[in-house]
């Protein structure tokens, strides 16, 4: 994985360092930045949810930022050994120079006719820093904890009445896990080898806090988690913050903040680690009078990383930080941008684009944007792809307005 960085806009690569070729499916990429004024191509709203961005205080080793974008991206292109291609691009379209990084790629990819496959994607030249994402829900219609994908499964079954649910994941192999001498309340909690399945398919834990004897179980699995596991949380029923609280003293050993005491009712979602020093853990939550509220979080698990910290990503890709200029003096005017639309896309014969504009240049870039491609044009314009090699490709669009960058799929 690497970065190339051309004033003000950014542009994210995965080399392909096997010796197969491979067909690549998609990447899950999360894209660090101090701003809020980053335009990122392709524009990607994951499934499920209506958030991709996250503001807060996101911190790693030696490196914090204040805004999360999350990029799940398709890529849909034939990758030869090494070679590289694009994943996603950032422009800075503030009038202040920003600071942005990109961690936690996964890339899921095919070699043949083989089944899918995912791998970690790191900078060159590292020590590799595993990560795993976990996606939590509360309060709609996908609600749960999900592995790798808000649109995957739910690592749990939803048949368990208790309100909250509870998963533990090792420190170092980041997969879930059963707490020794803990057993899981729910029947489909206890399908792991563990507890007697032939397979390991569910393991979690639930409790109904609002009770002493729920809260007094929640303890004992925090007391009996092994110092540096993660932990993801998440209440099935809309109940009252007020029995968040009463776990308060429980939450400090999972690094996760004090919950206010407000009685009204709401969703939470949480990640915490044991051990980890508070408020290292992560926390999202919503009240609602009428119970029409909802709570998202999105936390990548770092392995190998100090067991009384909770970073949000690896030491590793702190390598990547790149600085970003201020955008041209062109694009700070209240001008809107002309919109522009390209179809079909992904394509293996040609791509129209109609801009709302008079008059346009378009540059085409290669994957290691070398510009492959200039011209003039009115409204519209079709571009041939024959001639052009399979793979990704970006669009600049230039006009009076300003410029934008749009992500191509030559089939």
């Not at 009445?161 to 729910?186: E, F, H, M, N």
Request: a positive charge.
């Amino acid at each position: 994985m690497l970065a190339v960085t051309n004033d003000n806009v950014c542009t994210w690569k995965v080399r392909n360092t096997s010796t197969d070729t491979i067909q690549l499916i998609s990447v899950s990429l999360r894209l660090f930045h101090q701003k809020p004024d980053m335009d990122f191509t392709p524009r990607v709203i994951t499934g499920g949810v209506s958030k991709y961005q996250y503001q807060g205080n996101f911190k790693g080793k030696t490196r914090s930022f204040k805004y999360k974008t999350i990029q799940i991206i398709s890529l849909d292109s034939i990758l030869d050994p090494g070679l590289e291609t694009v994943m996603a691009t950032g422009t800075n379209a503030g009038n202040i120079p920003d600071t942005i990084m990109a961690a936690g790629a996964m890339v899921y990819y095919k070699i043949k006719n083989g089944p899918v496959q995912s791998v970690n994607v790191y900078p060159g030249g590292v020590n590799p820093c595993p990560s795993e994402a976990v996606f939590i829900n509360a309060g709609i219609q996908n609600w749960g904890i999900k592995y790798g994908s808000y649109a995957g499964q739910n690592v749990h079954s939803s048949n368990c009445s208790t309100q909250l649910v509870a998963v533990v994941y090792d420190r170092d192999t980041l997969k879930r896990k059963a707490v020794t001498g803990i057993l899981p309340k729910c029947a489909g909690g206890r399908a792991w080898t563990t507890f007697g399945n032939p397979t390991d398919n569910q393991v979690y834990y639930s409790f109904d806090i609002s009770t002493a004897a729920g809260r007094s179980a929640f303890d004992s699995l925090a007391e009996a988690m092994q110092t540096g596991d993660f932990i993801a949380l998440v209440n099935q029923n809309y109940q009252r913050l007020t029995e968040y609280a009463a776990c308060n003293n429980t939450l400090a050993k999972l690094g996760i903040s004090a919950l206010p005491q407000d009685t009204t009712f709401g969703f939470v979602c949480m990640v915490g680690r044991k051990g980890a020093q508070s408020p290292s853990g992560h926390t999202d939550y919503c009240i609602s009078s009428h119970g029409n509220c909802a709570a998202s979080m999105e936390h990548s698990l770092i392995g190998g990383s100090p067991y009384n910290t909770i970073y949000d990503f690896g030491e590793c890709y702190e390598t990547l930080v790149q600085t970003l200029t201020k955008a041209p003096a062109q694009s700070l005017t209240t001008t809107t941008l002309p919109a522009v639309q390209i179809f079909p896309n992904p394509t293996d014969q040609i791509w129209n684009i109609r801009i709302s504009a008079q008059k346009a240049q378009l540059k085409l870039y290669d994957a290691g944007m070398r510009k492959v491609m200039e011209l003039t044009c009115g409204n519209q314009a079709s571009i041939a792809t024959s001639q052009l090699a399979k793979g990704n490709y970006i669009l600049e669009v230039s006009t009076s307005a300003g410029t934008s960058a749009h992500h191509l799929i030559r089939r």
